[in-house]
């Protein structure tokens, strides 16, 4: 299984979506963990949907 791991997303912030590019490096992954700094927590839901 491969793992993706994200952090300091930031958002809204930073930006006010996870850019394109986490989708397309994160493609097939069958795990994805946020290791912190989670501004909203639709982060977390937007992640999951990888």
Excluded: K, W
Aim: net charge negative; aromatic share 6%.
């Amino acid at each position: 299984m491969r793992i993706g791991l994200i952090s300091d997303t930031q958002i809204p912030e930073a930006c006010e979506h996870l850019p394109q590019r986490v989708f397309e490096v994160f493609a097939g992954i069958g795990l994805v963990m946020h290791a912190g700094d989670v501004y909203v927590n639709r982060v977390l839901g937007t992640a999951g949907a990888i």
